[in-house]
């Protein structure tokens, strides 16, 4: 652990801002202007407001966090290349080389999960052979897998708009999308905390999951040929997907995060691996924050889905199969985060208990899309 | 807690109020949640009968699986998550606001000196109160100082207080939530159910005969309800439906459906359904037109109505029954309307017709097979007859989904009582460069449609289709159809008559064999009458002469509805042989009859589901509360911090506390205790 040597930490936070935070909020306002003059007049109020909400909190996020500074300059630059290569023409995709090989919607979702396994083998050998090198290496794997999936996204809302004005909408509205939001989201989340541990030991387990995660998107992909844009249908037209959907994933992402760590806690509480992975302490501290941010966002984005109920289906709580899931994922991090705040508890269990809370929240993601029927069947088998 | 003996009453309040019961309360509402899940809810209760046998069904519907999220069981977890929440605000409250309150600047050394966070530092010089205080303040500590004796004073500092608030505000939150809950539930009808005053109407009656009992007035607070409205028809109610039946809610407006209609994408995909309606108050006589859509709903005097669903509203629809079995070639004029049942007649069969949807647009992707299935055939050496016909329909895999037109959906039930369905479609249907009439049938509706097709002849009809087949089943016509054939295929050659008898005699035994029961009853009868080894020669030549034979009877067909012959090219030919697969298929039709939709007056009717739910801001300023409640508890750290001076010189002791000590605190801790060296050093 470090110590932060400078006298007043707290109230000089704006004061230890550099020039690059400044130049970095900036541009970012700027962009969001230039935004707003060219196309403020065909948004609804709701696309303003979420347009300053993402600036302000883009601008947060990079003071805060500053690794974040150079990943949006890098989605914003490169995502603004790829739009300006298509001319307006959707076929482009197929015909200039940037964009086929390297960063055509599809084509950088391949690039991300290629980079997200050869992350994964990385922070392994990183583990296996101790070498500090392996694991820094995953680590700029990871954040390029992350950069080249945002790049993926953006172009593909893009594309959407090709294939018609009214067919244009945010990618995050089937079970191919909401994947590859779901291991970019967990990779922050894990990259977050490997920055602010200085410990890269874990990347080893959440990249295994985001792996996992890969390989069901490009089965999803190529064998149930989901990887399509497919027009939204009028359940989904709604300015609330675009709150709930990532909400709700910020809350799966940390929960994978947390069990992981509790996947290592048991391996280290066993006495395995003990050299080579973080302090139990260390772990628990870790598996604590994922379940309480998991925890807080699950909250909002229930809430969300539930003011969106009210709006769509007639009713804010309706005991669908997934919101029901979703109550019984709450309540299973609710009972967890009672055990360990209010009776102080510690050790094996409640790291089970986070692992079994990945199985219930799995279920709650994807296995009610498998075997249930309601009214959330956006994402089928 | 102090210990002391417990009445009964105090054991049950520790009880109910303790974490344990909480933690139980919350596994037991998460078990019991997913029943509901996994067992699917308000389905008809004939359908839970028959999954279930009649004593299971009982058993599940006393328990009220059914509807386990309002039955009486799961409402008393819920009033018991209520009660425990709130007997633990009531224990905990005044502990927590004193904690919050106070500063501890009583705390004794003693008690400090047993901290596992604490430092001393001996200083010579006098260090002053204020000195340390502004340090405190400027980290946004408050403090309160406390003198001591021999000169000393106790500093207590404190900061992120509000952390409590947060357990207080979340634990709100559960009650307010499960409260406004319980207002949008059903409880009062419940009690007015049990104690008689109302109760569930079972038989489909006119709403008008509905008993009072089992209606509901528009002065009803909190209702859910449905209700389908066919377009240019109006209603001043919905149903809700209870357990095995319904109740009539009542409407303080009444409300006319205009039109229904759904906007496409240029893929086809729907991306619209809406619902113009008129809204006539009852009170105050005025009436105002409004579209609702999905996503958005209109909101009436304190009724929110929303777009549910749509179905049809009875279309009427026009037919030409084709005869498949009859030598007659002309179609019989037929009429229905959707939701209604119509009376056929097949010589001394009777059938009723049962129409149930109509539907204007198709969306299909025919490569993903699932219109382009063909008629369910035996398998075996069907096979191997059908392999020699080129139809790259199953092998050809596409994408393209497009719409493919209306379509009529019906039963046909015979005097017995047994049904088989129908999907029938008004337009030819595309497939691989030719045009059929498409024609699903299924003997039970947990199968898929099997489509039969009709070949569409060159003036896009159905009639081309419908000579052949009547020259094919007419038994006077195969001699004609026979002879015709010797004679084009042994043209320009002397062959003895004995042997061009023979000829004729075995076209129209294979006529014969086929207009039984096509490719299969032929195939059957070869492989009865050939050896194994010899089969495969034969089917060829079987079906060589079936379909010249098929030409011949196509010519003939023609000629007797007064057109020109066709000419001998591809085209041609591959009608006669899509015909007859058609006509082959026909026998595993499950019905003689066809009928081909060929008019239709489309009349639709939306589904709306209206509720009235005077919990909900209850419940959303819950959910408010719940959100600052847990961020207050998650993201404010409660820290303490004692520093007993000596304002004149001498020791300086410093402890400090978190109500968690995580990997943050003692980082904490580091800094403050270098920090505050670094301070009096100076």
């Known amino acids: 652990m470090e110590l932060v040597h400078s006298p007043d930490e707290q109230a000089s936070f704006l004061k230890k801002l550099s020039w690059v935070d400044w130049l970095y909020a900036v541009s970012l306002i700027a962009g969001a202007a230039v935004v707003y003059s060219r196309y403020g007049g065909s948004m609804v109020l709701f696309a303003k407001g979420i347009l300053s909400l993402v600036t302000g909190l883009l601008v947060i996020e990079g003071w805060y966090w500053k690794p974040v500074r150079l990943l949006v300059a890098v989605i914003a630059a490169v995502g603004l290349f790829a739009v300006s290569l298509y001319h307006g023409d959707l076929a482009r995709a197929e015909q200039v080389f940037w964009l086929k090989y390297l960063i055509s919607s599809q084509s950088a979702i391949m690039w991300m999960s290629a980079l997200f396994v050869l992350a994964t083998g990385a922070y392994w050998l990183g583990l296996i052979a101790r070498s500090a090198f392996a694991a820094k290496v995953g680590s700029s794997l990871t954040w390029s897998a992350v950069a080249m999936g945002l790049i993926g996204l953006l172009v593909r809302w893009y594309e959407s708009y090709l294939m018609g004005h009214d067919i ?17 989201v967990t990779s922050l989340i894990y990259l977050f905390y490997e920055g602010r541990y200085r410990n890269r030991q874990l990347g080893a387990f959440v990249l295994t999951v985001i792996s996992a995660a890969v390989a069901f998107l490009l089965w999803y992909g190529f064998d149930r040929h989901a990887a399509g844009i497919e027009p939204l249908v009028p359940a989904l037209q709604s300015y609330w997907m675009k709150l709930h959907v990532p909400t709700n994933f910020i809350g799966y992402g940390a929960f994978t995060v947390a069990a992981m760590a509790g996947a290592a806690y ?27 941010i998991g925890f807080a966002f699950f909250t909002i984005a229930t809430i969300l889905g539930s003011l969106w109920a009210a709006e769509a289906w007639g009713g804010y709580w309706s005991w669908d199969p997934k919101e029901t899931w979703a109550l019984i994922v709450w309540l299973n991090y609710a009972a967890w985060l009672h055990l360990r705040m209010i009776k102080g508890l510690r050790g094996p269990v409640l790291a089970w208990w986070a692992i079994g809370g990945l199985l219930v929240t799995s279920f709650a993601f994807l296995g009610v899309n498998m075997f249930l029927s309601g009214l959330h069947s956006y994402g089928h088998l | 807690m102090p210990k002391h003996r417990h009445s009964p009453v105090q054991s049950l309040y520790e009880l109910l109020s303790s974490m344990r019961f909480a933690i139980s309360l919350l596994s037991v509402l998460a078990i019991a949640s997913i029943i509901g899940t996994v067992l699917q809810q308000h389905k008809p209760y004939s359908d839970y009968e028959f999954e279930f046998g009649r004593f299971w069904f009982a058993a599940f519907g006393k328990l009220g699986l059914y509807d386990v999220y309002h039955a ?63 340090y405190l303040a400027r980290r946004g500590y408050r403090y309160k100082t406390n003198p001591r004796g021999e000169g000393r004073v106790l500093i207590a500092a404190k900061k992120g207080s509000y952390r409590r608030l947060g357990y207080i505000f979340a634990h709100l939150a559960i009650v307010v939530i499960c409260l406004g809950g319980l207002i949008d539930g059903n409880i009062p009808l419940k009690v007015e159910e049990v104690l008689g005053i109302k109760a569930i109407e079972n038989n489909n009656i006119p709403v008008n005969q509905v008993p009072e009992k089992s209606r509901l007035s528009s002065a009803n607070l909190s209702f859910r309800g449905n209700v389908v409205i066919p377009e240019g028809q109006g209603v001043d109610f919905i149903f809700i439906s209870q357990g095995s039946g319904y109740l009539v809610q009542e409407l303080p407006f009444s409300i006319k459906l205009i039109k229904f209609f759904i906007k496409h994408y240029p893929t086809g995909q729907p991306r619209t359904f809406a619902s113009t309606v008129e809204i006539t108050d009852k009170a105050t006589g005025r009436s105002f037109t409004h579209t609702i859509t999905v996503n958005h709903p209109l909101i009436y005097r304190g009724v ?31 009429h229905g309307a959707v939701n209604q049942d119509a009376e056929l007649s097949n010589g001394n069969m009777k059938y009723s017709v049962e129409f149930t949807d109509f539907r204007l647009f198709n969306v299909e992707n025919l490569g993903g097979g699932s219109a382009a299935a063909a008629v369910a055939k035996p398998q075996g050496f069907w096979s191997a007859v059908k392999g020699m016909f080129g139809d790259g329909l199953d092998k050809e895999k596409s994408k393209d989904s497009h719409n493919i037109g209306p379509s009529v959906h019906f039963k046909l039930r015979n005097a017995q009582g047994q049904a088989v369905e129908y999907d029938n479609y ?44 009547a020259m094919l089943i007419n038994s006077a016509k195969w001699h004609e159809i026979a002879e015709r054939f010797a004679r084009h295929a042994l043209q320009g050659q002397s062959i003895a008559p004995e042997m061009e008898k023979k000829f004729v005699s075995s076209t129209e035994r294979v006529l014969q064999i086929f207009a039984r029961g096509g490719y299969d009853t032929l195939a059957r009868f070869i492989e009865k009458s050939v050896p194994a080894k010899d089969r495969e020669k034969a089917v060829r030549t079987y079906l060589k002469v079936l379909e010249n034979a098929a030409f011949e009877a196509y010519q003939l067909s023609r000629a007797g509805a007064g057109l020109p012959p066709a000419k001998v090219d591809r085209r041609s030919v591959q009608f006669v042989r899509d015909s007859l697969t058609a006509f082959s298929d026909s026998f595993f039709y499950g019905s003689p009859v066809y009928l081909q939709l060929t008019r239709f007056k489309q009349v639709q009717a939306t589904g709306l589901q209206m509720t009235r739910s005077p919990g909900k801001n209850v419940v959303f300023s819950g959910s408010l509360l719940l959100v600052l409640g847990v961020f207050f508890m998650f993201y404010i750290r409660e820290r303490r911090i004692w520093l007993l001076v000596k304002p004149d010189g001498g020791d300086i002791f410093f402890a400090m506390s978190s109500n968690r000590k995580a990997l943050d605190f003692e980082r904490e801790f580091e800094q403050h205790r270098y920090h505050l060296a670094e301070l009096i050093k100076e």
């Open chain 1, 266 to 292: 048991l391996l280290v509480n066993k006495g395995w691996l003990t050299d080579r992975l973080p302090k139990e302490e260390i772990l628990d501290d870790l598996m604590y924050k994922s379940i309480a």
């Open chain 1, 168 to 184: 244009g909408h945010i990618p995050i509205s089937n079970l191919y999308e909401v994947f590859i939001l779901f291991a970019i």
């Open chain 2, 304 to 334: 929110a109505i929303y777009q549910a669903s749509f179905q049809d509203g009875g279309s009427h629809l026009t037919f030409q029954g084709w005869n498949l079995f009859s030598p007659e070639p002309k179609p019989f004029p037929f």
């Open chain 2, 72 to 134: 009486w069981w799961f409402i008393v977890i819920l009033l018991f998550l209520v009660l425990s929440t709130s007997l633990c605000i009531y224990r905990n409250l005044p502990l927590m606001l004193r904690e919050m309150r106070s500063f501890r600047e009583h705390a004794t050394e003693t008690s400090l000196r047993h901290f596992a966070h604490k430092a001393e530092w001996h200083v010579a010089r006098p260090v002053s109160v204020a000195l340390l205080t502004e």
């Open chain 2, 426 to 469: 008004l337009a030819p249907v595309q497939i691989n460069g030719r045009s059929f009439f498409l024609s699903g049938e299924r003997a039970s509706p947990a199968q898929p449609f099997s489509y039969i097709r009709f070949p569409v002849d060159e003036n896009q009809s159905i009639g081309g289709y419908m000579r052949l087949r």
